[in-house]
């Protein structure tokens, strides 16, 4: 009963309270996420109706492209904790079981010892290190560069 908890139930609770920290980054993204729509939307707005201070669009455009460059990273370490969080949830879960089936050979064991051979013969796979969703370059910038309208002089 103690090789149960202290191998199984004691791993699993560690490890459910790693989750919670999966949230602090998926908020941190969503936060960049919104500003990046926000500033994505604006330099559209501007684009359409060109202001009179010509220096809003190019000034509201780097800010743009610094939050695409903020969201792209958030992504990837979204993507990274993921990945370590699956992993570790994985290698958790299997060892519960197999903790879980070898108690239960050594019980079938002292009971009738015909099932120890299949049961003792289970083991771990091996788990690949490299992360688990694959990193993505940074994507192309989807907003064309803007020009600023030739002003047509009046009669």
């Known amino acids: 009963q103690n090789t149960l908890k202290e191998h199984s139930q004691n791993p699993i609770s560690m490890f459910l309270k790693e989750i919670p920290k999966l949230r602090d980054v998926e908020e941190d993204r ?16 501007l684009r359409k ?16 492209e610094n939050w695409r460059v903020e969201l792209w990273k958030s992504t990837e370490t979204n993507k990274a904790a993921v990945s370590a969080l699956y992993s570790q949830g994985k290698q958790v879960l299997d060892r ?12 079938v064991h002292s009971s009738a010892g ?11 796979p091996v788990y690949p290190q490299g992360s688990v969703l694959v990193p993505a ?17 009046g009669p």
């Open 30 to 45: 969503a936060k960049k996420k919104l500003e990046y729509e926000f500033f994505r939307n604006k330099v559209l707005e």
């Open 49 to 64: 109706d060109p202001p009179k201070d010509s220096t809003r669009i190019p000034r509201n455009e780097q800010i743009l």
């Open 96 to 107: 519960a079981v197999l903790v879980l089936i070898q108690t239960t050979g050594n019980f």
């Open 114 to 124: 015909c099932l120890k051979q299949h049961l003792f013969n289970i083991k771990l």
């Open 137 to 153: 370059p940074l994507p192309p910038n989807p907003l064309p560069p803007f020009h600023q309208p030739m002003l047509v002089a």
